[in-house]
């Protein structure tokens, strides 16, 4: 069932140039504009990088409330959760490290220093749109932009006012609830619009005890406008909950472990056009997490474990001032220079005694970049940037791209750029059972990519992209009780194929698709010999999958609406850490997933509000699969009745059925 599921969805469209076109088109069928790929408002259409839109409103119909479910719908993107609700969850981008994207909400930088993020703390709630760029992108980003960016959008005021209150429960105890209003007003000669917003997603898991989940969260978003200036005020804030059973080999043995965190991004952006050719923008950003995780003894009798708290408080500030002037040919030159302050304080715990370290580091650097639009067939950027770090010293990036329609219905283009990534301040500084190293230098890489788009009348648009990344400088774990376990020492390499497309039918179907081939490999282990290392000899890279699909066919209409999803990952190596502390690198089997979402209106067409009944049906066919290696999963006498023990197995078929409310 699933493989003809599969097949049906793969032949009936095929795959789309960014998901946001689609959603345009239903509209006004214009083109939508992306900023992420060159910090200029540029039609998606014609910027030299490849770009992928996932707009709010596609999201909103499927149901999706976490980022990570949504990226899952882009090309040479690869998502690992280590299981439950809530758990971490690893992005990959093109065959990149985990660390290797740069992740901003409303422009301001939520990765911790070094590049970690853990995309299952982002949701989708009161988001306009979601903005992916594959490939480098520190000349414009600086560090952790190295295999991609993906970039949260929060959703803009429109004209009156307007509201909305969804609400849902289900399986595992699932509830979620989402307000926002937004809203838009021209007093005198000013324009102001305006956004808010607040849900809470809560579930007590699917594991036999201690998985419950909750992600609180607010958003706002303020934007002014008069005569020659504008700003806009954003903020972001989630409060999180996890409680997770699970140890390092991902036995369920564990009753009150626990993981709670809050995140706050506040970000202001202000222009202010100083004559015809020049503007002047401001922006100011800060990020600060404080989490803590705590594990104590399940009962007065249990003395055989390690017991631990720790606290970890991290900052990121930034400001960033930068002067775009409008050149002849319809071209644009900007530049601009970005002051950034990352500090983190981690202290631990436990039964082996107390650890910790307070860290700091400052960059500056410099930026230009030349966009070229002299006609509408025709757009190019160049650009470099100089950054300087007071522990790492100085680097440099380019990057240059171009776009050209060599027919009306047929765009090519090509990019080609480096990046870099600075460790992270545990690399740097260890914690008790690591020693950092503070000598580490970052990581760097070299990506070129080149694709065609093809668009057959208004309703079908396709798209193919060849890339090829080389990472070198890769920090590498060598164990050792003396001396540093981090050098830079690993390379690697990756290369494939993106395929994607659209459809949009009569009668208000729809269908969509995004295929990866994926080789990834290790081309220098560094200090790993082992075949179980991260860097083993000629391995494949861990939880990369060498071919990924996922597929949508739907149709919505005024009398409601029906979306099925296919999901098939390929094969991917992953480590198993055993319980007796052993290792062995083991091959994950491939799966299949199907999602299908529902809504039915309720209210009679035409009416000033409107009220629907929604369902999602989460991994419809029950699929027993896991995206880490754990205990009692990844080998290939594992049976059915072995996969439903496995504490990182994903999760099961989830029920969510609900009322969605709009004024």
């Given at each position: 069932?699933?493989?003809?599921?599969?097949?049906?969805?793969?032949?009936?469209?095929?795959?789309a140039?960014?998901?946001?076109?689609?959603?345009?088109?239903?509209?006004?069928?214009?083109?939508?504009?992306?900023v992420?790929?060159?910090?200029?408002?540029?039609?998606?259409d014609?910027v030299?990088?490849?770009?992928?839109?996932?707009?709010?409103?596609?999201?909103?119909?499927?149901?999706?409330?976490?980022?990570?479910?949504a990226?899952?719908?882009?090309?040479?993107?690869?998502l690992?959760?280590?299981?439950?609700?809530?758990?971490?969850?690893?992005l990959?981008i093109?065959?990149?490290?985990?660390?290797?994207?740069?992740?901003?909400?409303?422009?301001?930088?939520?990765?911790?220093?070094?590049?970690?993020?853990?995309?299952?703390?982002?949701t989708?709630?009161?988001?306009?749109r979601?903005?992916?760029?594959?490939?480098?992108?520190?000349?414009?980003?600086?560090?952790?932009?190295?295999?991609?960016v993906?970039?949260?959008?929060?959703?803009?005021?429109?004209r009156?006012?307007?509201?909305?209150?969804v609400a849902?429960?289900?399986?595992?105890?699932?509830?979620?609830?989402?307000?926002?209003?937004?809203?838009?007003?021209?007093?005198?000669?000013?324009?102001?619009?305006?956004?808010?917003?607040?849900?809470r997603?809560?579930?007590?898991?699917?594991?036999?005890?201690?998985?419950?989940?909750?992600?609180?969260?607010?958003?706002?978003?303020?934007r002014?406008?008069?005569?020659?200036?504008d700003?806009?005020?954003?903020?972001?804030?989630?409060?999180?909950?996890?409680?997770?059973?699970?140890?390092g080999?991902?036995?369920?043995?564990?009753?009150?472990?626990?993981?709670?965190?809050?995140r706050?991004?506040?970000?202001l952006?202000?222009?202010?056009?100083?004559s015809?050719?020049?503007?002047?923008?401001?922006?100011?950003?800060?990020?600060?997490?404080?989490?803590?995780?705590?594990?104590?003894p399940?009962?007065?009798g249990?003395?055989?474990?390690?017991?631990?708290d720790?606290?970890?408080r991290?900052?990121?500030?930034?400001?960033?001032?930068?002067?775009?002037?409008?050149?002849?040919?319809?071209?644009?030159?900007?530049?601009?220079?970005?002051?950034?302050r990352?500090?983190?304080?981690?202290?631990?715990?436990?039964?082996?005694?107390?650890?910790?370290?307070?860290?700091?580091?400052r960059?500056?650097g410099?930026?230009?970049?030349?966009l070229?639009?002299?006609?509408?067939?025709?757009?190019?950027?160049?650009g470099?940037?100089?950054?300087?770090?007071?522990?790492?010293?100085d680097?440099?990036?380019?990057?240059?791209?171009?776009?050209?329609?060599?027919?009306?219905?047929?765009?090519?283009?090509?990019?080609?750029?480096t990046?870099?990534?600075?460790?992270?301040?545990l690399?740097?500084y260890?914690?008790?059972f690591?020693?950092?190293?503070?000598?580490?230098?970052?990581?760097?890489?070299?990506?070129?990519?080149?694709?065609?788009?093809?668009?057959?009348?208004?309703?079908?648009?396709?798209?193919?992209?060849?890339?090829?990344?080389?990472?070198?400088?890769?920090?590498?774990?060598?164990y050792?009780?003396?001396?540093?376990?981090?050098v830079?020492?690993?390379?690697?390499?990756?290369?494939?194929v993106?395929?994607?497309?659209?459809?949009e039918?009569?009668?208000g179907?729809?269908?969509?698709?995004?295929?990866t081939?994926?080789?990834?490999?290790?081309?220098?282990p560094?200090?790993?010999?082992?075949?179980?290392?991260v860097?083993?000899?000629?391995?494949?890279l861990?939880?990369?999958?060498?071919?990924?699909?996922?597929?949508g066919?739907?149709?919505?209409?005024?009398?409601?609406?029906?979306?099925v999803?296919?999901?098939?990952?390929?094969?991917?190596?992953?480590?198993?850490?055993?319980?007796?502390?052993?290792?062995?690198?083991?091959?994950l089997?491939?799966?299949?997933?199907?999602?299908?979402?529902a809504?039915?209106?309720?209210?009679?067409?035409?009416?000033?509000?409107?009220?629907?009944?929604?369902?999602?049906?989460?991994?419809?066919?029950?699929?027993?699969?896991?995206?880490?290696?754990?205990?009692?999963?990844?080998?290939?006498?594992?049976?059915?009745?072995a996969?439903?023990?496995?504490?990182?197995?994903?999760?099961p078929?989830?029920?969510?059925?609900?009322?969605?409310?709009?004024?």
């Amino acid at each position: 069932m699933l493989r003809r599921l599969a097949l049906l969805a793969s032949v009936a469209l095929v795959p789309a140039a960014a998901h946001g076109q689609a959603t345009s088109r239903d509209t006004a069928r214009t083109t939508p504009v992306v900023v992420t790929a060159t910090r200029s408002a540029v039609a998606l259409d014609r910027v030299p990088a490849a770009v992928t839109v996932v707009t709010g409103a596609q999201l909103r119909a499927q149901g999706i409330t976490t980022v990570a479910d949504a990226l899952r719908q882009v090309p040479g993107v690869a998502l690992a959760q280590s299981g439950s609700y809530g758990t971490a969850t690893s992005l990959f981008i093109r065959g990149g490290e985990s660390k290797f994207t740069k992740v901003l909400v409303d422009g301001v930088p939520v990765n911790e220093a070094g590049g970690a993020f853990d995309f299952s703390t982002l949701t989708t709630d009161n988001v306009e749109r979601i903005e992916v760029v594959r490939g480098p992108a520190s000349v414009l980003y600086g560090s952790d932009a190295v295999a991609g960016v993906v970039q949260i959008f929060t959703r803009r005021g429109t004209r009156g006012a307007n509201a909305d209150l969804v609400a849902r429960g289900g399986s595992f105890g699932s509830a979620d609830v989402e307000a926002s209003a937004r809203g838009a007003a021209t007093p005198g000669s000013s324009v102001i619009d305006w956004s808010v917003g607040a849900a809470r997603h809560s579930t007590d898991g699917y594991q036999a005890f201690n998985s419950r989940f909750a992600n609180g969260s607010a958003s706002g978003l303020l934007r002014a406008a008069r005569g020659p200036a504008d700003a806009a005020l954003s903020i972001r804030y989630n409060d999180i909950a996890l409680h997770f059973p699970t140890d390092g080999s991902g036995q369920v043995v564990d009753s009150n472990a626990v993981h709670r965190e809050d995140r706050l991004a506040l970000g202001l952006d202000a222009g202010l056009r100083l004559s015809s050719l020049v503007t002047m923008r401001a922006t100011l950003a800060s990020n600060d997490v404080h989490g803590v995780t705590d594990d104590q003894p399940d009962s007065p009798g249990d003395s055989l474990g390690y017991y631990y708290d720790t606290g970890d408080r991290t900052r990121r500030r930034s400001g960033d001032l930068r002067f775009s002037l409008a050149l002849p040919y319809a071209s644009q030159l900007t530049f601009g220079g970005q002051v950034e302050r990352e500090w983190e304080a981690s202290a631990t715990s436990s039964n082996f005694g107390h650890n910790g370290f307070t860290a700091s580091r400052r960059t500056s650097g410099a930026y230009a970049q030349l966009l070229l639009e002299p006609t509408d067939r025709y757009a190019a950027t160049v650009g470099g940037r100089y950054e300087h770090n007071e522990r790492f010293g100085d680097f440099l990036a380019w990057r240059g791209g171009a776009s050209v329609r060599v027919a009306s219905r047929t765009r090519i283009r090509a990019s080609a750029g480096t990046a870099f990534r600075e460790p992270t301040f545990l690399e740097n500084y260890g914690s008790d059972f690591v020693i950092g190293n503070p000598s580490l230098q970052p990581e760097h890489s070299f990506s070129v990519d080149a694709g065609v788009e093809q668009t057959l009348g208004d309703a079908v648009t396709l798209g193919a992209t060849w890339f090829a990344n080389s990472f070198r400088d890769l920090i590498d774990y060598v164990y050792s009780a003396t001396e540093p376990n981090y050098v830079n020492l690993a390379r690697t390499r990756s290369s494939g194929v993106e395929l994607e497309g659209r459809a949009e039918l009569p009668a208000g179907l729809h269908a969509d698709a995004a295929m990866t081939y994926l080789d990834a490999r290790v081309v220098n282990p560094g200090a790993s010999t082992a075949s179980a290392s991260v860097f083993a000899p000629d391995a494949r890279l861990l939880r990369r999958p060498m071919h990924t699909l996922d597929a949508g066919v739907g149709v919505r209409t005024s009398r409601g609406a029906l979306d099925v999803r296919v999901r098939r990952v390929g094969p991917r190596d992953d480590v198993f850490y055993a319980p007796d502390f052993s290792s062995s690198r083991v091959v994950l089997p491939a799966y299949a997933r199907v999602d299908l979402s529902a809504d039915l209106p309720v209210t009679p067409r035409g009416s000033r509000g409107t009220a629907a009944l929604t369902l999602r049906v989460e991994n419809l066919f029950d699929a027993h699969y896991t995206e880490v290696a754990g205990v009692n999963y990844g080998f290939a006498q594992a049976d059915a009745a072995a996969l439903r023990l496995t504490g990182y197995r994903a999760a099961p078929r989830r029920t969510l059925i609900g009322l969605r409310l709009s004024y």
